[in-house]
Nanobody
């Protein structure tokens, strides 16, 4: 098992930046992949980005070129650097860890982008 805690959300103006953190309760070396998702009010949860244990990354088209996912294996933390934020990026952001057939979720952090 693994517990995940997201942090770093907040209120920012359009064009601004935020860095989200997802800290795991165990070494992320043992985690196959860590994803970021987001869910706006009344909307479905959408995938945003992922990082794999092998160092691979991928992004949704809507955030490509603006968001960067990275990992600090010593701190057991995965980051999501979000630049050039838009009002449509407003959502609760969740991280999820995949270990074998199990998926674990954090409780999320709210990001609000004002126009």
């Amino acid at each position: 098992q693994v517990q995940l805690v997201e942090s770093g959300g907040g209120l920012v103006q359009a064009g601004g930046s935020l860095r989200l953190s997802c800290t795991a309760s165990r070494s992320i070396f043992s985690i196959n992949a860590v994803d970021w998702y987001r869910q706006g009010a009344g909307e479905q949860r959408d995938w945003v980005a992922l990082t794999t244990s092998g160092g691979g990354t991928n992004y949704a088209d809507s955030v490509k070129g603006r968001f960067t996912i990275s990992r600090d294996n010593i701190k057991n933390t995965v980051y999501l650097q979000m630049n050039s934020l838009k009002p449509e990026d407003t959502a609760v952001y969740y991280c999820a860890a995949t270990m074998g057939r199990q998926r674990y979720w954090g409780l999320g952090t709210q990001v609000t982008v004002s126009s």
